[in-house]
């Protein structure tokens, strides 16, 4: 099965309860309608014991209102590729899977109908990828391969005493992308320690293989802005740097450019090429952390404000120019930097769950290079 043929299918079994689930076999073009038994409802493959080994189905995807419990001896030893959405998944039955396929590379679990709760154990999986679903704990414990960890619009827990959704990173050696991380939503546990504002840097908070983050941050809200240098400061060796401003009816207070020089040494910024502010909103909190980035980030080649039509649309070109000349104030520490300029999105600003997944992708958050 193709890429497109996957996302096909998940596209279809959102808007609907039940679908489909299709697959491949290895050395054919055929097709084959699946059910995974016991696992999936909406029609499927029912998972093969050793003694009786499946086709080499590497690549699926379904949907079920409440899947049972997995079948007892049951595996899938050649899926490499799994897209599950309006699912109804115990943790027991979730963490089985995941056991019970011992080369799977890409997991995407998108509108589970309950929290998402996953301790992850795998030495073959490369991308865990959660959209439109609430999260409860996520604990990446042992995935030596793990290089992607995706989250859109998730939402936090539904139930437990902590309000926000709980993600922890032990041990992830390779991991290279990362995002969207919300303050407001997400807690981050590095080993040990929860990372919040204030939380010192030390040899065990450091994660130094992440290349690609991305923030959503309301910048109105000072709780959450608060807690972005104490974030980035976890992973020093950023290259690309995406924030999504949020959209917010509060004013907690103002976060100026001092507030960032203080928080946020140039030594945390040092090693970032590119910077992409998406939905900007024009607000003064959001100029400051601009401004920081682009008088700290040494070695900044390019920046791009992607202007949230909302807040801008109504405004002429000239009250659109005279909004950013902030920039024109910006006092550059790079001597690399190739461009600077604002604009609107020329694409909506979808977010594609076949094209995060694809490895030749190497940035699925810029999102008009990615769709």
């Known amino acids: 099965m193709t890429r497109t043929e996957t996302a096909t299918t998940v596209g279809d079994s959102i808007g609907r309860a039940s679908a489909p689930i299709a697959g491949t076999l290895n050395g054919s073009c055929a097709r084959m309608k699946m059910r995974i038994g016991s696992l999936l409802a909406g029609g499927s493959v029912t998972p093969h ?3 009786h080994p499946s086709p080499a189905c590497t690549s699926a995807s ?14 899938f030893p050649h899926l490499k590729e799994l897209f599950l959405s309006l699912i109804t998944m115990k943790d027991r039955d979730l ?21 998402v709760r996953l301790c992850l154990i795998s030495n073959s999986l490369r991308c865990l990828q959660l959209g439109m679903s609430t999260v409860g704990d996520i604990v990446v414990a042992d995935a030596p391969r793990l ?20 993600i922890k990173i032990g041990k992830a050696p390779n991991l290279d992308m990362l995002g969207y991380w919300h303050p407001g939503q ?18 065990s908070t450091i994660i130094p293989s992440v290349k690609i983050l991305a923030l959503a941050v309301h910048f109105e809200i000072c709780n959450e ?5 104490a974030f980035i400061k976890c992973f020093p060796n950023i290259e690309a740097l995406h924030i999504k401003s949020l959209k917010t009816d509060k004013h907690a207070g103002k976060v100026n450019l001092k507030f ?17 502010i998406h939905e900007s909103k024009g607000s003064k909190n959001e100029h400051a952390f601009i401004k920081f980035i682009g008088e700290s980030a040494q070695v900044l080649e390019k920046m791009v404000i992607m202007l949230c039509r909302e807040s801008f649309s109504s405004l002429s070109e000239k009250g659109r120019h005279e909004k950013m000349k902030f920039l024109l104030a910006m006092k550059l520490t790079s001597k690399n930097i190739k461009v600077i300029h604002f604009k609107f999105p020329s694409n909506p600003t979808l977010w594609s769950f076949p094209v995060a997944v694809d490895v030749s992708w190497r940035d ?8």
């Open 364 to 371: 699925p958050f810029d999102l008009d290079r990615a769709i």
């Open 260 to 276: 960032w020089q203080e928080a946020c040494p140039a030594e945390c910024v040092q090693h970032i090429k590119k910077v992409v």
């Open 225 to 229: 802005v608060k807690t972005v240098p």
């Open 95 to 115: 963490a089985l899977l995941l056991d019970r396929s011992p080369v799977l590379e890409v997991l995407t679990i998108i509108a589970s109908q309950t929290d």
């Open 147 to 166: 290089e992607r960890l995706l989250l859109w619009k998730t939402q936090r827990r539904r139930t437990g005493d902590n309000k926000f959704s709980r």
């Open 49 to 51: 014991p050793p003694a």
């Open 186 to 203: 997400h807690q981050l546990q590095i080993g040990d320690t929860v990372i919040e504002a204030g939380t010192k840097v030390s040899p």
């Open 62 to 75: 379904g949907s079920s209102p409440t899947p049972p419990l997995f079948p007892e001896g049951a595996g």
